[in-house]
Nanobody
Framework: QVQLVESGGGLVQAGGSLRLSCAASGLTFSIYTMGWFRQAPGKEREFVGNIICSTGATVTGDSVKGRFTISRDKAKNTGYLQMNSLKPGDAAVYSC???????????WGQGTQVTVSS
């Protein structure tokens, strides 16, 4: 049974940082791509970025480029989203998803709330 469990969300002041984690179990981490998405109330779901777990290659969305960094720890089967210079507009529910490389996302976590105060 595949599980993705996010953690690390919370309340932070504008300009602050948070690191989200996504712990994966039940899948072969090395053949998966892990994606990060966010959705704020009344807004469409937005792609934040992803990482190919085997190589560490990443893609970052334009709205967070230069502020957010995606990484992974293969030994821990865990992906990370480091968020710096947070803005009120970054507030959303963040979720991680996983899918075999090049095949879309099949699994997703429960999401974690990020709130940014101005």
């Amino acid at each position: 049974q595949v599980q993705l469990v996010e953690s690390g969300g919370g309340l932070v002041q504008a300009g602050g940082s948070l690191r989200l984690s996504c712990a994966a179990s039940g899948l072969t981490f090395s053949i998966y791509t892990m994606g990060w998405f966010r959705q704020a109330p009344g807004k469409e779901r937005e792609f934040v970025g992803n990482i190919i777990c085997s190589t560490g290659a990443t893609v970052t969305g334009d709205s967070v480029k230069g502020r957010f960094t995606i990484s992974r720890d293969k030994a821990k089967n865990t992906g990370y989203l480091q968020m710096n210079s947070l803005k009120p507009g970054d507030a959303a529910v963040y979720s991680c998803e996983a899918g075999q490389n090049g095949k879309g996302y099949d699994y997703w976590g429960q999401g974690t709330q990020v709130t940014v105060s101005s």
